[in-house]
Structures are given as structure tokens and as C-alpha cells.
């Protein structure tokens, strides 16, 4: 449960810096490794929202 809870923060403070790829890649990698928990459940629901950053800010 450190994992995920480091991975937790890793993602919070990558989306409060704006840092998008950073966010969606930690992002990816909670939903991936712990699928069943809640905090996958609400990174799922804003995934389409972290893509969508990642392309703004690289074009």
C-alpha cells in the first residue's frame, strides 16, 4: 500500500504543477497496478480530461 500511496502523491503534485504527461504517466501506472482501488476509480474518470492537457501543451 506505500506504492500506492507514493504514487498518490507523485500524481497529485504533477497535476498541481501542471506537469500533464508526468500526471497521466502515474496516472496510467495506479490504474494498472492497483485496478480495484479507489483512487484508479477516480484517476479513470479523468483520464480523457489528462490526454486531452498532454496534447495542448505539446502542440
Given amino acids: 500500500m506505500t506504492k500506492l500511496h507514493n ?11 501542471r506537469e500533464w ?6 496516472g496510467q501506472e495506479i490504474t ?9 476509480e477516480e484517476i479513470r474518470e ?5 490526454r486531452q492537457r498532454v496534447q495542448q501543451q505539446t502542440s
Fill in 32 to 40: 494498472r497496478d492497483f485496478p480495484n482501488s479507489k483512487m484508479a
Fill in 7 to 17: 504514487l498518490g502523491v507523485q500524481f497529485k503534485l504533477a497535476v498541481s504543477e
Fill in 46 to 50: 479523468k483520464m480523457d480530461i489528462l
Fill in 21 to 26: 504527461a508526468k500526471a497521466l504517466q502515474t
